[in-house]
């Protein structure tokens, strides 16, 4: 091939190339291909991790809790409470150590509550993280046949009473279950129910996240409200009852 010729074709390739470049930046799937490239990379900022001890609060002591089957609900850091939507969140699940101990890794950032699933036990407080490497969270839990209260001061506690209004003026709805979600709707963070006044105590809520408080009861029309908390606060809940 004579220089002449080789130019020529040199010239026409490259014409050729850009001219092929030009039309893939013209198709919509072709940002797709780039930004999920960088998902075969993992750096260290797109895991986190999150262990901790698990201690039983009894009536004569805390000792650690082993073999307690544990979940953390994760709510990616992406998500900032406007998400709505049950599959904006992952749950990730294990067993407490012999010595309470437990780790969850891998994570995505953002932020996680951590909970027993134990029919036999409850959480004392809210336990919540921001997730981050190397985040650690002890967990309170207390047995449901003999519960006790929290022997630390927590963060922050929410209290109040759910009721319904009757000719008789009102009249506090006892055994209805308080669901405690961050962030996002079912995404769980802390259960109560109410006592035989219809009066309840959660302790340990975050300030820094949005919180959805659900009541609800068989004949009643279930209640849900978004809030978030700055401080201790008294929360009533009044319920209707469903339609006959």
Known sequence: MTCSRARFFWSALLSAMMTIAGCAS?????PAATTSAPAATTSSDDIADLAGRVFDVTSTGIVPAGGIPLSAVVVPAQCDGA?????????????????????????????????????LFRPVCGAGADLRRGTRLDLHITSIASPQGSPFLTPLEISGQVFETTPAGRVGVSGAMIRVDHHVPDAQFIDAVTDGSGFFSICGIPSRWPIGFGARKAGFQRRYTWQEFGGNTRLDIELLRANP
Do not use: H
């Not at 013209?26 to 072709?30: D, E, Q, S, V």
């Not at 407490?96 to 953002?110: I, R, V």
């Open 26 to 30: 013209n198709n919509p799937a072709a």
């Open 83 to 119: 998400c709505g939507r049950t599959s904006s969140f992952r749950q990730f699940d294990t067993v407490s150590g012999p010595d309470g101990s437990y780790q969850f890794t891998g994570l995505p950032p953002g932020s996680a509550a951590v909970f027993p699933r134990s029919p």
